[in-house]
């Protein structure tokens, strides 16, 4: 199977062939994938260099004429690093494009924290209209670049991630997808953490929401499966980024009735030996086993 970065690539070097509004803006990061693309259209695959504030730059610029950007980097230097840019040259300017980030929370662990970016979606939370999409595998990433890339002139993240679910869902843009259903409580799972979740959710009484846009937040969805539980809403959400991010958009759908919302993902304390995803998983208390002893706590007595 080929990654989400890799899917990326191919998706968006096609698009560029059929949609001359499109343009690719990269920071070195990324350049490779696009040799073919920038041959075939060396106006419209611009690599800056290692200068990610003029990425951004760039790319609000090619908005401003009518273009529509897409640009990729590692989230830390996506988000992060030019953040004043972001809001500045999208935001304030008010113009749209699309920012297509790879790394994450945990993807590469030996590029330690300069290449982690565990806050990135809290952060983009600050801005005003941005579409987050979480994927959860190259189908589903495909899915979502190709509709990001068509959404006019909206604000659109889209986070890949090394991390995957071993199969596709179908998912639609905007919308969580109920993968089973039960009595106990609801626990959302976002993007490549299904996975995990369904295997610590086995034999448990609960619903399983599979979340691969954030924001906005389905919170029509969350409502009509915790309106079906005897129980009263009880809410777990599992991210692959900072854990609470989206606790206040579960509180503000349940505002008018009693509930109970658990926010797992990554922490704020740094992890500083270096491994692979599945032990950030596991020192962050994400691996199957840690998230059904976390679920069952918080749900108990209505899970068994």
């Not at 419209?44 to 908005?63: D, H, K, P, T, Y």
Request: aromatic content about 6%; hydrophobic content about 45%; overall charge negative.
């Amino acid at each position: 199977m080929d990654t989400m970065r890799e899917r990326f690539a191919a998706t968006v070097s096609r698009l560029l062939d059929d949609a001359p509004r499109l343009a690719v803006v990269l920071a070195e990061i990324g350049k490779d994938g696009f040799a073919d693309a920038r041959r075939a259209h060396p106006d419209r695959v611009i690599n800056v260099g290692i200068r990610e504030q003029l990425l951004v730059g760039v790319g609000g610029g090619l908005a401003l004429t009518g273009m529509r950007p897409i640009l990729h980097t590692f989230a830390s230097f996506l988000v992060e690093r030019p953040f004043e840019q972001v809001k500045l040259d999208f935001g304030h300017q008010g113009v749209g494009g699309v920012l297509v980030s790879a790394a994450g929370s945990y993807d590469w662990p030996a590029g330690g924290l300069t290449h982690m970016a565990p806050g990135d979606v809290a952060l983009m939370d600050t801005l005003d209209g941005w579409t987050v999409h979480v994927p959860g595998h190259p189908d589903e990433a495909e899915a979502l670049l190709r509709d990001a890339a068509a959404a006019g002139d909206d604000s659109v993240y889209v986070r890949l991630s090394a991390h995957t679910n071993a199969a596709p869902r179908a998912t639609a843009p905007g919308r969580f997808l109920t993968v089973r259903e039960g009595r106990g409580g609801v626990v959302v799972a976002v993007g490549p953490m299904l996975d995990g979740v369904l295997s610590a959710v086995e034999g448990l009484d609960v619903t399983v929401l599979y979340a691969t846009t954030v924001r906005p937040f389905d919170g029509r969805a969350l409502r009509a499966a915790t309106g079906a539980q005897p129980s009263g809403a009880e809410v777990v959400l599992v991210e692959p980024y900072l854990a609470g991010t989206s606790t206040a958009a579960a509180n503000d759908a349940l505002a008018d009735v009693p509930h109970r919302v658990l926010g797992l993902g990554i922490a704020r304390r740094e992890l500083r030996r270096y491994g692979t995803i599945e032990e950030h998983l596991a020192g962050q208390g994400l691996d199957p086993v840690s998230l059904r002893e976390r679920v069952t706590g918080f749900l108990r007595p209505h899970t068994a």
